[in-house]
């Protein structure tokens, strides 16, 4: 029997790239899961519909997460279809890159608005909302560590995730739920790969040991083991699933 079944997972930022590989493994270990998007409605709708043909349960939310009143409009709507809500994965994010003398005004305030922000308004809602025993995955990155030149700001966001991370994995003490973020390397999804040459590609599969890009499916695999039955022992961790980059 599934123990999983009933449960139900949203996943932020989930209607393509890592997000949408993340949405379709859980929804292949037995979760209903919903499917945030921002803006274009058009791809959730269609991973949604992938989702169900493959035997899956699935559901399009939007909600800018940036946005508090969207962020607990999302939540009671979760609350109101599903009766709750078990695991959070908070992946939604963007990334702009400047040396820290040369940022704009509007990048520091989208970065922070996007990524830090959005991921406290899901997770102060969870911390209330979500059932006990239920998980809560945040996305740092393996950027916090390597300190590479213009990830200044980006790499700031995802060390304020991971700080929260270890913080709320305290305070939900006596409830079972885990906190644990995953920070990803270097992955092969279209937006990274988009406007890289063949050269830059081949070079950044050549920094981890195992000598290739993260897949999407190798993060999705990371973030179900975290969501399932085995990974109920980690707690206020964060995994760099990067091949050994750092």
Known sequence: ?????????????????????????LAADGFTVIVNYSGNAAPA???VRQIEQAGGKALAAQAD????AEVRR???????AFGGIDVLVNNAGIMSLAKVAEVTD??????????????????REAATRLRDGGRIINFSSSVVGL?????????????GVEALTHVLAGELRGRNITVNAVAPGPTATDLFLDGK?????????????LERLGQPADIANTVA???GADGSWINGQVLRANGGII
């Open 45 to 47: 709708e269609a991973l």
């Open 197 to 209: 040459s063949a050269e830059l590609i081949d070079r950044l599969s050549k920094l981890a040991p």
């Open 106 to 123: 509007e990048a520091i305030d989208r970065l922070l608005a996007v990524n830090l922000k959005g991921s406290i308004n899901t997770m």
């Open 1 to 25: 029997m599934n123990t999983t079944h009933s449960k139900v997972a949203l996943v932020t930022g989930a209607s393509r790239g890592i997000g949408a590989a993340i949405a379709t493994r």
């Open 147 to 159: 300190y590479q030149p213009t990830y200044g700001v980006y790499a700031a966001t995802k060390a």
């Open 74 to 80: 999302m939540f009671d709507a979760a609350e109101s």
């Open 225 to 227: 083991f975290l969501a």
């Open 65 to 68: 997460v940036s946005n508090a």
